[in-house]
């Protein structure tokens, strides 16, 4: 909201708005992440001989976090299932009769496909995403789409017992309705932020998906181990709708029809944006045929790729190799996500002054931030050579992580610098093709694992992996672009003529920014 004359500290809404994407951003990848975990809990383990043998993997006995198992359902305190004791014998203690009531007999390759039906839907919502925020306004959309999924999920537990198709039929339609949340926040930013503070802007609404994942690994293994997979789904859902409500109440789509928003800080937005066109007939043909717009969405798979390899297969991989129990895959699954997080901060405030202050060709930054793909292969590599090194795994993950944080304020404006007011639609487009990750990673994981749970065979894995990241790479510096495209820019840009001398500056007390920031006033020729 707009700050008073008198406040000598204020964010600016653009900053608010910001925040309150990056709580949508939570929400969807809360209601995402989590599910790789609830899958765990939810899936029926084996007993006597047959978990011994299961868990007889080259580093069993390296790490210990298995000593307690906890089958995690409704009724904790008499499900202690079983434990080991020194010399390695099964023993069991305090089964109850009804612990299979909540458990499913689902095989890897079920497992993974449960887990990736999220991806099947998210796929086929991202382009119509882009066109009804061009149509109907961000608000609108996003609205939607949190009310709809935060209604799915409290049906998913319902789903699950009626049956494993059932399950996957609910989990697509979240990921339907869910899909449509990147290419409309990208609609919205493209109205909000400004060329010098894009990749602050974009990173404040990207952090989202870093703290979202950390809800959902390690509060959603609290809440699991604590109330069961089911209560987790309803608090989760639950919370949903009371945030639905707060977005209603305070997202608005543009400056022009904030009510709040001070004329002030209006004015310099819109006096700093790029030009577009203000029709709203989007050129379809030409976002298809655009070669470089096919460049940026080929560079977005390869990053997406190490991403939910380490989104859907991470806590499989902690639970089958490296042998921790549900509360510790959690904690540590999140783990990487802090250093993400810390990753995409940082490297977004060096970003933005090197481009505001230093002479450097802006093309020339968004391809030295690709080159992060490159080390993120390294890492994957490494860790399927650690073995069972598990602080070393941890470790390589964090580095993976932090590297590839840079990519979201290096690469991800890309996409409004070369569509400017389409950028919605064209990241939906780009979206629709990266999101396919989300299901073909696991389909491979479990195509590698099945019946195979070996460090040999997650090499395979972490290979695959990083040679598509050192794809992303080799194609950014070859032919990435970042200058807009002709069709995307307003047909009467030519005729302004440089900027007034006279500018007009904006008081920090005006809590617009914090700091004095020029207004460039342009004169049309006539």
């Known amino acids: 909201m707009a700050c008073s004359q008198t406040m000598t500290f204020c964010i600016p809404t653009r900053y608010t708005l910001a925040f309150l994407l990056m709580a949508v951003v939570i929400h969807l990848f809360t209601l995402r992440s989590n599910f790789s975990i609830i899958v765990v809990a939810m899936v029926k383990r084996s007993s006597n001989k047959d978990v011994i043998s299961s868990r007889e993997n080259e580093c069993y006995d390296v790490n210990t976090t298995r000593d307690v198992w906890y089958s995690t359902h409704e009724n904790i305190t008499t499900d202690l299932l079983a434990f080991y004791n020194e010399t ?17 007999s689902w095989d890897p390759v079920t497992q993974g496909r449960i887990i990736g039906a999220y991806s099947y839907g998210n796929v086929f919502s991202q382009v119509m995403g ?17 009310l709809l999924s935060s209604v799915l999920t409290l049906l998913t537990p319902a789903a699950a017992f009626a049956g494993e198709w059932w399950l996957f039929v609910v989990r697509v339609v979240v990921g ?7 290419p409309s926040a990208f609609g919205i930013l493209s109205k909000w932020s400004l060329p010098s503070e894009r990749s602050r802007l974009i990173t404040i609404v990207f952090l989202g998906e870093t703290l979202g994942v950390i809800v959902g690994f390690s509060l959603t293994a609290r809440l699991t181990t604590q109330f069961g997979w089911a209560v ?144 993120v292969a390294a890492c994957l590599v490494a860790i399927g050579h650690v073995r069972c090194d598990s602080t070393a795994a941890i470790t390589m993950l964090c580095l993976a992580t932090a590297m590839s944080g840079v990519m979201i304020p290096g690469f991800f404006p890309c996409f409004t610098e070369l569509t400017l007011g389409f950028s919605g639609v064209a990241f939906g487009i780009s979206n629709t093709v990266a999101n396919c990750a989300g299901f073909i990673v696991p389909m491979i994981v479990g195509m590698l694992t099945d019946g195979n749970q070996t460090i040999e065979a997650w090499q395979k ?13 080799v194609m950014a510096l070859m032919f990435l672009r970042t200058d807009p495209v002709f069709w995307a820019q307003d047909p009467d840009e030519d005729k302004l003529s440089r900027p007034f001398r006279n500018k007009l500056t904006i008081d920090s007390h005006d809590g617009e920014h914090w700091n004095t920031l020029p207004v460039l006033v342009y004169e049309t020729t006539v």
């Open 88 to 104: 390695g014998v099964l023993l069991q203690v305090n089964r109850t009769e009804h612990n299979s009531q909540d458990k499913f």
């Open 130 to 146: 882009g066109f009804l925020e061009a149509r109907f306004g961000g608000k609108k959309v996003l609205g939607l789409s949190i």
């Open 176 to 182: 339907f309705v869910q899909g449509v949340v990147y």
């Open 232 to 375: 987790t789904l309803y608090i989760t859902g639950v919370t949903g709708l009371v945030f639905c409500c707060i977005w209603c109440l305070l997202a608005f789509d543009s400056p022009a029809v904030h009510p709040r928003i001070s004329e002030a800080e209006r004015t310099y937005i819109e006096a700093n944006l790029e030009k577009t066109k203000t029709d709203k007939k989007i050129p379809w043909v030409k976002l298809f045929l655009s070669a470089h717009l096919w460049v940026l969405i080929y560079i977005h798979c390869t990053e997406c790729w190490g991403f939910f390899l380490m989104l859907t297969s991470l806590p499989l991989y902690m639970d089958t190799i490296l042998n921790f129990n549900i509360d510790a895959n959690g904690a540590l699954s999140s783990l990487p996500y802090l250093t993400q997080m810390a990753s995409r901060i940082l490297s977004s405030l060096i970003i933005d002054t090197v481009i505001k202050q230093l002479d450097f060709k802006k093309v020339n930054i968004r391809k030295t931030c690709t080159l992060a793909l490159v080390g």
């Open 461 to 473: 894995v972490f290979y695959i992996g990083a040679a598509v990241s050192v794809s992303g790479s």
